[in-house]
Structure formats: structure tokens, C-alpha cells
């Protein structure tokens, strides 16, 4: 098997630390904001990634932190306490994952979780000389990238010319590009976003933390690190840099999935093109979704195309004709007969093993479809349900297996109890913050809870004394 390792920027070897296991670490969502088609892009992306190498290589384990604590989620906390924004988010991040059929993590740890690893992080950083207090006698503390030559080989960018760090003040920096790895507390930030350190009360800074759950996770070196193109520069840069810095091996490969425009254009909130999870999936079949993005190579960028902005044609339009042609030919192979178990054909897998070429290994599935669709008009029953079973194969390896539970329930391998019951602790939980919100007379995070049910199609309907609620 071949990858692009981004910081060699080439395609290299892949060959896994531990015989037959792969370890892999994917930078999760910060829960700031309700998740957009680029999130979804990034765990479709990775979530492919791992079930090739699962087929191909044997077990893998995978790591998708969740960073519930930064800034931009204390910015954003308006009407609610920080946590409590962070985990409706973290919500409605997992129900879109589920939606398009990736696989839950083995592994989906918290930053909040890991404060003590990242504290002993940055101990052994300042320890080894790469790490210093503040000079303005607060309790920041920084990595001195002055002091790792290698600081910019995953960007191959010059110290000189980058741009300063801006996520501190920069005047306890002993240079403008050191960037933080302790953040003291400030004036106005909520107690609750505070931990004790020795080198004083405040909290970890975003790119420590990714450093600290591989470690804790995958330990001091594992074999791929994956996120989205536009987290090279500065978090991967420094989580590279820190890591290295106190002696880990950290990730063999760098992996970087591309990102998503709109008829033509980077999506942005200046531009009001943001296409989010919710719209998409409330579109367009979700399996058509999952196929939309898994026809593209994953390091591509792909231009999701809208009928005059309506999300109801274009790109998606197209994805849903082109999956309803395999699907159509299953149903009538189902028709003849049994289809067999079987392995996916050898171009399909070489196209898979040339750094995920999603784009080959689908024309291949649609080779197949149309020998199997010839196959039965010609009365060949033998061939016909050949070709139907190597069609069900690669279907199954790409997460697109119609008949697969996750694309009927919304949730993948369990019972419809638990199904049920899952689904019923998600929304009591978020009922029982709407009551508190209630009672508190705080009106507004009421109606945002209420409006997040809906917008997930639960029915929210208050009686005298009891709230009751349904799907849609």
C-alpha cells in the first residue's frame, strides 16, 4: 500500500510500525459550531482510510479527539455555559458522522480529559529546553521555536517567513511565532474553563493538546496523522514541532484531505456559501452523500456544484443517479438469485492500494455493474450474480452497501432497542438542559435546544407538566 505523505510530499510506502496494525490519529472537530460539509468531507475521507486498511492490513486502531475547550468555544458561548455548547455540538458532529455511515472511533477522547498529559507535555518540554515561562511574569507558557531547527519542514516554510502566532499577546514571547502551549487565565473567562499548574491557573493551547491524546492514546509513535488540508499550518506544524521537540517519534505519515467549495468557491461566512451537515443531509439521501464525497480522490478538492443554490440538483443530483444505477442492478441480480461472498477484484484494490484512489476503484465498481446489468440481459445467471457479488464487495469496503442497518436505523451494528434507547437518552439529555433553561427563565437557550431537535427531526411538544416528544 501506497500514501502521500505530506510532509515528504510524496507518495511513500506505507508500512506499519506493529506487523498487521495500523494506529492512526485524525484531528476531530472543535465544538464551536454546528459541523458544515467540510467536516463531513474529512471524516468520510478518514473513515475510508480505515476500512481499507482494515481490509487490507488487519486491525487498526483509530483516534478522533473532540477539542471542547479553546477559544473560539468560550467566544462562542453566548447564552450558555462554555460545556454545554460544547457537547450540543459534539452532538450534532456525531449524528452527522453516523448519518454518512463512518465508524465510531475506537477511541474519541476529550481535551478536557487529557489536561494532565498535556501538562507533563509541556514539563518535559520546558525541560528539555524547547519551553519557557512567560516573560511578562503571567502564567503563558511557550515553545521557543527559535530552539528546533526543524521547526517548518512540514510546511517547508522559513521561521523568517512566517507569520506571527496570534494566539497570545505577544509581548511575554521571546519571538512573535513562539506559540503557546499553557494559556493563563484571563479576565472574564469562565472559572470552569480554569485548571491548576505548577506554572499557575489557565488552560492548555489548542495545538498541545492534539499532542498530548495521540501520545496518551497511540503512545510516543504510531504510524498516520490525518486532518484537513487547511490544519497544516500552524497546528500540525507545531504539534510536529513540540512532539519532536521532546523526543517523540510521533506520526511516520502526514495525510491531508482536501477541502470543499461551492459553484466554484471556498466556502466562508463572508460569503454565505456554507453548506451545513443539516441541509446536506436533509437533501439528499445520506448514502449518496457518503457517495458523492467517496468518488472523489480524498486529497482532491471537490467544487459540490448547486442548481442556482438550491442544494436540490447539480452535484448531488448527479451522485444520486449515478448510485441509483448500482442499485437498480443489485436489485434485479437479487431477483436471479443469491449473490456470492466474494473477494473485491484486483483493479479495484490496486486502484485502493495507490494512495486511496477512490476515483479508479468507483469506475471499477461501475464496470462491474454494467457486466453485471449486460450479464442479465443476455440470461447469463452464473456471470450476472459473479459480477452482483464483486459489485456488493467493493460496496461494502467504501461504507456504501445498501442494505447496510446504518443506512435504515441512522445507527450501525446495534439492535433497534438499543437504537431506541440511544436515540431517547440523546434527546432527555438535551430536554433536561431545556427544562433547566426554562426554569431559569433563560428563554433563548431554550429555544435553541428546541430549534436543534427540530432541525433533527424531533417533534418538541410542551404539555401543562410534561414535555413530550417525537421523530418527525
Known sequence: MRIYDSKQQAVVDLQPLKAGEVSMYVCGPTVQSSPHIGHVRSAVAYDLWRRWLAY???RVTFVRNVTDIDDKVLVNAVDEPWWALAYRIELEFTAAYRAVGVLAPTYEPRA???V???HALIALLIERGHAYEALDGSADVYFDVRSWPQYGALTRQSIDKMEPAADADPRGKRDPRDFALWKARKDGEPESATWESSWGAGRPGWHIECSAMARKYLGDAFDIHGGGLD???????NELAQSTAAGLGFASVWSHNGLVNVDGEKMSKSLGNSIFAADLLGSVRPIVVRYLLAASHYRSTIDLRTANGSLEGGSLAEAEAAFGRIEAML???RRVGELPETDVPDAFGAAMDDDLSTPQAVAVLHETTRAANAAL????????LARAGEALAMLRVLGLDPEDAVWHSGVSGTSGAAQTAALASLVETLLAERREARAAKDFA????????LAAAGILVEDGKQTTTW???
Open 56 to 58: 487490507r492490513v488487519g
Open 112 to 114: 478536557t480529559a487529557s
Open 116 to 118: 494532565p498529559e498535556m
Open 231 to 237: 490544519l497544516r499550518f500552524p497546528h500540525h506544524e
Open 331 to 333: 436489485e434485479r441480480a
Open 377 to 384: 440481459d443476455a440470461g447469463d445467471k452464473g456471470a450476472a
Open 445 to 452: 437557550a431554550s429555544d435553541r435546544i428546541r430549534d436543534a
Open 470 to 472: 417525537s421523530i418527525a
